[in-house]
């Protein structure tokens, strides 16, 4: 195998020692690991599973030679090429830098080989007479075609051509390919790899997929004939790699099933809902009535509440859809069965809009609500915080500040986390933790509260299933009655007179209006100081209007006043920055001007758009942009222009960026697949599943094996 000839690319001190990676870590007696091993280590690769299941990203095919005269005919074609030549000259020049430049040649011609940087080794081992296969891309250089940085091996003449295609794998800096090729290889001959699934799982719920077993997929990829179709394995098509997939998904499915069974072991306080009770008059005050869509879900998150289990439920709406009351009707619930209810929201404009409506809803019924958010005054927060702790606070809203180690609940039974998408696990995980001594009527010590998470960003179907597998989820699918329909209109950036007038129009007949300051991603200092010019300009060409600016720089108590005059219509025109992107919600407003809309992604542009359009009034978006557009800016506007629907939305942004990106924030599933892509593999998630519940269900032994086999300690992703 190729691996085992020296390599003049290979750092010495790299090379590979006495002690194999896997041999350091079953042995740890017998010395330190080689440094080379501690990096494995570090990427993962500890066991010799592992390192089997170190797949490769791509391929370079030297198991044929080119002549020296047909590689260069091929010149510039982009093709990398494999020669093999005797070395006729070998010179260091320093015109115009340091560089090697040694010359091969076979029968057919000569080409140049260039090294800009090199060690005094490679120098002799190029020696003038050595024999070198070489294997680079020839480009036409000044002097004539060469190759630069060409990967080289001195070899005996006649020495034979590898005859499997060679893998180059996923590596950090310090570990060679050739020392990652030996140690896999190494780990390939000793490790058996029986098969995990059970007989009745391949032929039952997998039967179509026809899979290979896995042992032969692995050697397959690990060292594919030259006659396998390099493009199917570098795109990941061949049934080999499907086989791994299937797997790789399969241990996903499994785990995250385990996650959601072992939740329902925990304990969580009993609410049973309770006629005349706070819940009721709540009802009774409520200025609407629920829409169909709002009263299941209400119905759901209630069942869920009344059992004795932790809650883990995901509410899914678009924007606008009326989530608030919902996670309203849930708190009540909670406080009418004598505990608290915590709502954390993502920034504090949110947090803040949620706590005066709420407490406008709430106080009248003789419930306290608190607010607690990082920008409160030293005293107000332990007063605050005294109110949590002493369990008078009923209804606690805030931003991060809640889950901030001095702030304890009495008796916590609900937490609500609003647009959960824009916190990271380990945030939602802390105000589950906010339990705290949440004794119930009968204490228990591993009692957790219930947790209802919302978001308006829908996740696709395939995605929620592998990213949401643990999460019960329930959609609201409708919007409430009496909106109409926002028109959304791509205007260029030339036209911002015209614009402007619009803004007139629409003040002078009573509507309220947005304008977003364009996104400045490398420097909020630059961000905040265009949201300021563009105040001023504003109010320079709108004298007779009442303009506002709010963003993110703003003292809170300024912040919460433009915000109170806007809402109360003091205030016609608000200029601002992305503060205003989630949650906000001033029913009055009706046009939205999205300054540099090319600069948003899409799931943002659908939350901004998302501020207009809450009233009866006809709202309009005006999308301003700045050409020349970018193929993928094109595609997000045009989007915005053809639809409101979040599901779509979200599909479309689903496909321009991948599930990675989409998400944001890592979600529990992720980091758990390497192999399988949620694009492209999306169909393989049902197998998996189907498969898992068999698995489950019949054989507990194949599951550990299976699971150790794959996550090998990486489980602990799953326990948001
Ligand atoms: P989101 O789902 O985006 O969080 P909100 O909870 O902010 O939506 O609700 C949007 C607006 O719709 C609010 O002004 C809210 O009071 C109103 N609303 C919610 N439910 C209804 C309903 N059933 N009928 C009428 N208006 C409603
Ligand atoms: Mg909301």
Known sequence: MPGTVPDPTLDPAEAPDTATPARAKTAPGSGKPSSAAARLAKMGLRRSVDLVLHLPMRYEDETSLMPVAEAIRRAGLGQPAQVEGEVVSNE????????????????????????????????????????????????????????????????????????????????????????????????????????????????????????????????????????????????????AW????????????????????????????????????????????????????????????????????????????????????????AACQAIDAGYQAALMAPTEILAEQHFRKLSAWLEPLGVPVVWLAGSLKAREKREAVARVESGEAKLVIGTHALIQDTVRFARLGLSVVDEQHRFGVAQRLALRGKAGAAAGPE??????????????????????????????????????????????????????????????HAAAEGRQVYWVCPLIEESEALQLQTAVETYETLVAALPDLRVGLVHGRLPPAEKAAVMDDFSANRLQVLVATTVIEVGVDVPNASLMVIEHAERFGLAQLHQLRGRVGRGSAESVCLLMYQAPLSPTARERLATMRETTDGFEIARRDLEIRGPGEFLGARQSGEAMLRFADLQTD???????????????????????????????????????
Not at 206 to 218: F, T, V
Not at 229 to 236: G, I, P, V, Y
Not at 261 to 284: D, I, V, Y
Not at 291 to 319: F, S, Y
Request: net charge positive.
């Open 242 to 329: 499907q086989r791994i997939k299937l797997d790789e998904l399969l241990a996903q499915q499994i785990s995250l099933r385990r996650a959601h069974a072992a939740r329902r072991e925990k304990n969580a306080p009993t609410m049973p809902r309770r006629e005349g009770g706070l819940l009721t008059s709540f009802l009774a005050v409520l200025p609407f009535r629920l829409t169909g869509a709002q009263q299941r879900v209400v119905e759901e998150i209630a069942a869920d509440m009344t059992a004795p289990h932790p809650m883990h439920r995901l509410l899914q709406g678009d924007v606008g859809s009326g989530k608030t009351i919902v996670a309203a009707l």
């Open 682 to 720: 999306a169909w393989l998630v049902e197998y998996a599943q189907a498969a898992a519940e068999m698995m489950l269900e019949r054989f507990p032994d194949a599951v550990e094996t299976h699971l150790s086999r794959w996550l090998g300690g990486r489980e602990h992703y799953l326990k948001a």
């Open 92 to 239: 260091v020049t320093f015109r115009p830098r340091r560089q090697l430049v040694v010359k091969i040649a076979d029968d057919t011609g000569e080409l140049t080989l260039r090294f800009l940087n090199f060690y005094g080794s490679q120098t002799r081992q190029m020696a003038e007479g050595v024999r070198l296969r070489v294997r680079g891309e020839v480009r036409g250089g000044f002097f004539g075609a060469e190759m630069v940085h060409p990967t080289v091996r001195p070899v005996a003449p006649g020495e034979a051509l590898p005859d499997r295609l060679t893998p180059v794998y996923p590596a950090t800096a310090g570990i060679s390919q050739a020392y990652l090729r030996k140690a896999i290889g190494g780990a390939l001959s000793r490790t058996p790899m029986p098969e995990t699934l059970p007989r009745p799982v391949l032929d039952g719920p997998l039967a179509r997929l026809k899979l290979r077993p896995l042992s032969d997929c692995l050697r397959l990829l690990h060292t594919p004939p030259p006659q396998e179709s390099e493009a199917a394995l570098a795109d990941r098509s061949h049934p």
């Open 443 to 504: 204490p228990a010590s591993d009692t957790v509260p219930h947790q209802l998470m919302m978001s308006a960003t829908p996740i696709p179907r395939t995605l929620a299933m592998t990213y949401y597998a643990d999460l019960d989820v329930s959609v609201i699918d409708e919007l409430p009655p009496g909106r109409t329909p926002i028109v959304t209109r791509l205007v260029n950036d030339a036209r911002r007179d015209e614009v402007i007038e619009r803004v007139h």
